[in-house]
């Protein structure tokens, strides 16, 4: 009965003690727009080397990446996206022209997603990030 005891213990230390064994990482974070935190949106990290890709949903400026399916360390490219209703009703489709839907566009500069300019490094000591985006061009465009 010891020995068995013993087992259990050893298998529960192996399997609480540092998240998979894969190495990958259990993130955090909080994104704001021009100095409010983003409502609602999605997170991508997309490693510049080998690696898993990675995301979370945004939620009232804070977002969390299980280690599960988290990246691994490494260099990332990072890509915010926001959507938001512009008040129109659009087709979703030819075929059912009458079915509407609300139309969303995509609010945030693209130099944060579509030709995203955010990079981060990512490591076992640096797991929690905050992101500051603005609706200002930082080149004064």
């Not at 990072?78 to 079915?99: C, H, L, N, Q, Y």
């Given at each position: 009965?010891?020995?068995?005891?013993?087992?259990?213990?050893?298998?529960?230390?192996?399997?609480?003690?540092?998240?998979?064994?894969?190495?990958?990482?259990?993130?955090?974070?909080?994104?704001?727009?021009?100095?409010?935190?983003?409502?609602?949106?999605?997170?991508?990290?997309?490693?510049?080397?080998?690696?898993?890709?990675?995301?979370?949903?945004?939620?009232?400026?804070?977002f969390t990446i299980d280690a599960e399916r988290g990246?691994?360390?490494?260099?990332?490219?990072?890509?915010?996206?926001?959507?938001?209703?512009?008040?129109?009703?659009?087709?979703?489709?030819?075929?059912?022209?009458?079915?509407?839907?609300?139309?969303?566009?995509?609010?945030?500069?693209?130099?944060?997603?579509?030709?995203?300019?955010?990079?981060?490094?990512?490591?076992?000591?640096?797991?929690?990030?905050?992101?500051?985006?603005?609706?200002?061009?930082?080149?004064?465009?």
């Amino acid at each position: 009965m010891l020995r068995g005891i013993l087992i259990a213990l050893t298998a529960i230390a192996l399997i609480g003690c540092g998240g998979p064994k894969d190495g990958r990482l259990k993130i955090t974070g909080e994104v704001t727009f021009d100095g409010e935190p983003l409502k609602d949106g999605y997170l991508t990290l997309q490693p510049l080397g080998d690696g898993p890709s990675a995301g979370a949903r945004i939620q009232d400026g804070r977002f969390t990446i299980d280690a599960e399916r988290g990246p691994k360390p490494g260099e990332y490219r990072v890509s915010i996206e926001a959507m938001r209703e512009t008040g129109k009703m659009i087709s979703i489709d030819s075929a059912f022209p009458e079915e509407k839907q609300p139309q969303t566009v995509q609010y945030l500069p693209k130099r944060y997603n579509e030709r995203s300019e955010l990079t981060q490094e990512l490591s076992p000591e640096s797991k929690h990030f905050v992101w500051n985006l603005t609706s200002k061009d930082p080149g004064g465009k």
